[in-house]
């Protein structure tokens, strides 16, 4: 499914569109629910599945909530509904996962491996053809205009940079487990570092570096002094990667300290996605504007945000979730984390697995990475989320209670 990313992308209205992954979840759904029907079960654990429906009649109790109270028109409902629709069928995923990938974990183990290593090809191809999304007038389509910066099909540095992350803390923790082929996913791991590297993306250098840090600390930590100076050499040696994270401490001296140096662009438009998240959560503390109703509210805040993709999420996950449902819809979703993630804690404190530490690690990254953007809520990055977390639950005796 991320293999396709954003082409052949069916617009709809309001820069709205529907995405192969889309329909191909439909379809997924569909299937499912008809074995549902033929008396097949969908066992997972309670807890997970209550706190996940728990918060979804919760997101949508806040959309129907706001409706009135923020004079909504037909269209801009429509637009609510269509945003939690989508939403919603990327939760039912998750039980479906947990179902079908136990019957095959080590396929679709290399499976997600093995996606992850198309997307970053399609990348240097996209590099090699199609350098500027400037030149090809994507701006008009909704894209941000980059330049020399490895996007692959998802068109986006930030999001398709924390997915090489993920995929090379993966394949490491693969190097460390399978002695057969340990070399092929060191070399996979390197791969996809240096199509991260080429995306030129802080956030992701962040995120993925937090990940790797905490995979080496615990199983080789010879592997953290390897990678600092590999992080030196990048900024030392690529100017514009140079030039990046310059950008990024001059932006944090400004925000935190008196100085007279100034922000970039990218970092001041978060700037402001931020000041405009925390005053929706200010105004409605405890339901939020309603899920998902920023594209609308965004749009009367901003108004370049009309030709935007960018619309429908704050540039932070935690801020999306306080103003589209509030501190009760927030407390819920991190419930089902908590859940999820407790599995995974047990799996590599209690049994030493590789891959829950990586999954763990993963989580971590992917938290400091979604202060800057809105990975948790990223569709295209979500199917592969949740196959991470199912199997390592598919390989362990897990409480279902």
């Known amino acids: 499914m991320p293999i396709f990313g954003q082409l052949l992308r069916l617009p709809l209205v309001d820069r709205m569109g529907l995405m192969p992954s889309d329909l191909l979840i439909v379809?997924?759904?569909?299937?499912?629910?008809?074995?549902?029907?033929?008396?097949?079960?969908?066992?997972?654990?309670?807890?997970?599945?209550?706190?996940?429906?728990?918060?979804?009649?919760?997101?949508?109790?806040?959309?129907?909530?706001?409706?009135?109270?923020?004079?909504?028109?037909?269209?801009?409902?429509?637009?609510?509904?269509?945003?939690?629709?989508?939403?919603?069928?990327?939760?039912?995923?998750?039980?479906?996962?947990?179902?079908?990938?136990?019957?095959?974990?080590?396929?679709?183990?290399?499976?997600?491996?093995?996606?992850?290593?198309?997307?970053?090809?399609?990348?240097?191809?996209?590099?090699?053809?199609?350098?500027?999304?400037?030149?090809?007038?994507?701006?008009?389509?909704?894209?941000?205009?980059?330049?020399?910066?490895?996007?692959?099909?998802?068109?986006?540095?930030?999001?398709?940079?924390?997915?090489?992350?993920?995929?090379?803390?993966?394949?490491?923790?693969?190097?460390?487990?399978?002695?057969?082929?340990?070399?092929?996913?060191?070399?996979?791991?390197?791969?996809?570092?240096?199509?991260?590297?080429?995306?030129?993306?802080?956030?992701?250098?962040?995120?993925?570096f937090i990940m790797l840090g905490i995979l080496a600390f615990f199983k080789e930590r010879k592997l953290l002094l390897i990678g600092g100076m590999a992080v030196l050499l990048l900024v030392a040696g690529v100017p514009r990667a140079r030039e990046r994270v310059l950008d990024a401490v001059e932006s944090a001296q400004a925000l935190f300290t008196q100085t007279t140096k100034t922000m970039d662009p990218t970092s001041r438009l978060r700037v402001q996605s931020w000041q405009v998240g925390w005053k929706f959560f200010q105004e409605k503390p405890l339901t939020g504007i309603g899920f998902n109703n920023l594209k609308t509210l965004q749009k009367r805040e901003w108004t370049f945000m009309t030709n935007s993709h960018a619309a429908s999420g704050i540039d932070a996950s935690l801020l999306t979730l306080l103003a589209t449902t509030g501190i009760i819809g927030t407390v819920l979703a991190l419930l089902t984390w908590f859940f999820i993630l407790k599995t995974h804690w047990h799996a590599y404190f209690q049994q030493k697995n590789t891959w829950s530490l990586a999954v763990l690690a993963i989580f971590a990254g992917l938290v400091v990475h979604s202060c800057f953007v809105n990975t948790f809520f990223f569709t295209l990055f979500l199917p592969s989320l949740w196959a991470i977390t199912v199997l390592d639950n598919n390989r362990h005796k897990v409480d279902t209670k």
Request: aromatic share 20%.
């Open 27 to 208: 379809l997924i759904l569909g299937g499912a629910f008809l074995q549902f029907l033929q008396g097949k079960s969908y066992k997972i654990p309670r807890s997970i599945l209550y706190s996940g429906l728990i918060f979804a009649l919760w997101a949508l109790w806040t959309l129907l909530f706001n409706v009135w109270d923020l004079s909504l028109s037909r269209g801009e409902l429509f637009t609510g509904f269509a945003y939690y629709g989508r939403h919603l069928l990327y939760l039912l995923l998750w039980p479906v996962l947990w179902v079908e990938i136990r019957k095959k974990p080590e396929f679709y183990q290399k499976y997600l491996l093995i996606m992850v290593l198309i997307v970053a090809i399609l990348g240097f191809v996209q590099l090699k053809f199609f350098p500027s999304f400037k030149d090809l007038r994507m701006n008009e389509l909704g894209w941000d205009p980059h330049e020399g910066r490895l996007l692959s099909t998802w068109f986006d540095p930030n999001y398709v940079g924390i997915y090489f992350g993920v995929g090379a803390t993966l394949a490491l923790s693969q190097f460390f487990d399978d002695q057969k082929y340990r070399y092929y996913y060191l070399g996979m791991a390197v791969f996809l570092l240096l199509a991260l590297g080429l995306t030129y993306s802080r956030s992701a250098y962040l995120g993925s």
